[in-house]
Nanobody, 118 residues
Framework: QVQLTESGGGLVQPGESLRLSCTASGRIFEIGVMGWYRQAPGKQRELVGDMNRRGTIAYAHSVKGRFTISRDNAKNTWYLQMNSLKPEDTAVYYC????????????WGQGTQVTVSS
């Protein structure tokens, strides 16, 4: 079993940056894909981007060029660097660890609120 702990959310102004962290514990070796998702009020949860075990990364069109996923293997931590934030990026952000892309569930972080507002 994998446990995920998130940190790094907050309130920022449009154009500013934030970095979210997701630290894994437990059966870390089972993590094949680490994804970042977000859910805005009244909307469905959507995929922001994901990174597989080999380091291959994919991003949603809405964040491509502004958000970057990375990882620090020594710290068992994945990051979501968010630049040029927009009000429409406001949401609760979650990390999700799955064994494969075909795994429908996996482990979820507790979520962290990101608010972009002037």
């Amino acid at each position: 079993q994998v446990q995920l702990t998130e940190s790094g959310g907050g309130l920022v102004q449009p154009g500013e940056s934030l970095r979210l962290s997701c630290t894994a514990s437990g059966r870390i070796f089972e993590i094949g894909v680490m994804g970042w998702y977000r859910q805005a009020p009244g909307k469905q949860r959507e995929l922001v981007g994901d990174m597989n075990r080999r380091g291959t990364i994919a991003y949603a069109h809405s964040v491509k060029g502004r958000f970057t996923i990375s990882r620090d293997n020594a710290k068992n931590t994945w990051y979501l660097q968010m630049n040029s934030l927009k009000p429409e990026d406001t949401a609760v952000y979650y990390c999700n660890a799955r064994k494969t892309y075909f795994d429908s569930s996996g482990a979820w972080g507790q979520g962290t609120q990101v608010t972009v507002s002037s």
